[in-house]
């Protein structure tokens, strides 16, 4: 990894820091901009070319490093950048949450099957016996995990830093699993990312020396996210075999829980888990009284601390079964979380229509 360290990383940082110099005065030009109104904290039209510039960092990392030429990861540019074109139409054109499914699951279906991945085994989760899926089960069951990544990218993309963040957690964790395991070409590529990644937030969050180029990931950005994710967890899992199949719930963890806890929630109010509401935990954490930046920091020290036991869970060989049970019982604590600040929320706002 030393060359990596000195001719690869840098020259992701300076790719993605160069297209958003370049790329920023052109989203404003054509209006490729997320607009204020009265559902959003920025002020001014903030281009939405994050996506872009981490995408173009990966293209850098493919190249310079020759993984560019091997079938699984030029499939998985391709399926990436379609995906992140699509998200960015959706982002112009408003795609109906229908159509943009479908055509999101053609892609996915598309890339896996023409890189011949997918999640054909579990690992030990029935006990003693692994449980394995084939590849026709196994490939439909991947589609529907990818299409679940991406939308819960989607919905964790609610505060400045929080998607990029904890996607950037989530990668290190798989470069030092990778790293250990020898998959040094998962790792080249996840640390890529990561770094990508760190640029990228550094003008989001409009850090020293950053400031006056803010930008966002849009939908295009936040679903490229959610299947990088999938697919580098799938490559991890089934083909290096870095780290088991129950090591990467544990690695994606705050945007699954999520997503599955406000899904939960809306299906037991009968509504659709679609729709639109502010049960999301960066929501509600914000409106108990914390800052953006206060939640920022302590969602992705929660998510931060997933990915450290998933990471040391693997590395001291815990079962299975307790990494089963330990993921079960951190979505539950979640979830619990989740209720009681809704409750709270909703006492606040029934205490003035009392009165």
């Known amino acids: 990894m030393d060359v990596v ?46 996506g872009f510039a981490v995408l173009i960092g990966l293209f850098v990392a493919l190249s310079v490093s020759g993984l560019l030429a091997e079938p699984l990861w030029l499939i998985f540019f391709a399926a990436a950048l379609t995906l992140t074109v699509l998200g960015s139409v959706d982002d112009v054109l408003d795609i109906s949450p229908r159509l943009r499914f479908v055509l999101q699951g053609l892609v996915v279906t598309a890339a896996l099957f023409g890189a011949d991945l997918a999640i054909e085994q579990l690992g030990l989760l029935l006990g003693t016996e692994t449980l394995y899926l084939g590849f026709a ?28 963040s904890v996607t950037a957690a989530t990668l290190l964790g798989v470069m030092v699993l990778s790293l250990l395991s020898g ?64 090591t990467a719930v544990w690695l994606v ?17 009968g509504k659709s888990p679609f729709s639109a509401d502010r049960t999301h935990i960066h ?36 079962s299975d079964l307790i990494m089963t049970l330990g993921a079960i019982g951190a979505g539950a604590l979640y979830g619990a979380v989740n209720i ?6 909703q006492k606040a706002a029934a205490s003035p229509q009392q009165q």
């Not at 297209?19 to 109104?37: C, H, S």
């Open 183 to 246: 998959a040094t070409e998962l790792a080249l590529v996840a640390g890529s990312l990561a770094l990508a990644l760190l640029a990228f937030l550094a003008f989001n969050l409009e850090l020293p020396f950053f400031r006056g180029r803010k930008i966002f990931l849009g939908d295009g950005g936040s679903t490229f996210l959610g299947f990088l994710v999938l697919w580098l967890l799938v490559v991890a899992s089934q083909k290096d075999i870095s780290f088991r199949p129950i």
């Open 340 to 345: 009681s600040l809704t409750s709270r929320q």
């Open 137 to 164: 089960l196994g490939l439909g069951f991947t589609v529907v995990c990818a299409l679940a990544s991406i939308n819960a990218y989607n919905m964790i993309d609610g505060i400045d830093g929080l998607a990029g």
């Open 253 to 269: 963890g705050l945007p699954i829980v999520d997503m599955l806890t406000v899904f939960a929630r809306r299906a037991f109010a």
């Open 5 to 50: 360290l000195f001719v690869h990383f840098p020259a992701v940082l300076a790719s993605v820091c160069l297209a958003i110099r370049y790329l920023f005065p052109v989203a404003r030009r054509y209006r490729f901009v997320d607009m204020p109104n009265t559902r959003k904290r920025h002020r001014r039209p903030t281009p939405l070319i994050g």
């Open 283 to 318: 929501h509600l954490l914000m409106e108990s009284g914390m800052s953006a930046r206060q939640t920022l920091l302590v969602l992705l020290g929660f998510h931060a601390t997933l990915v450290a036991f998933g990471v040391a869970g693997e590395m001291l060989y815990w």
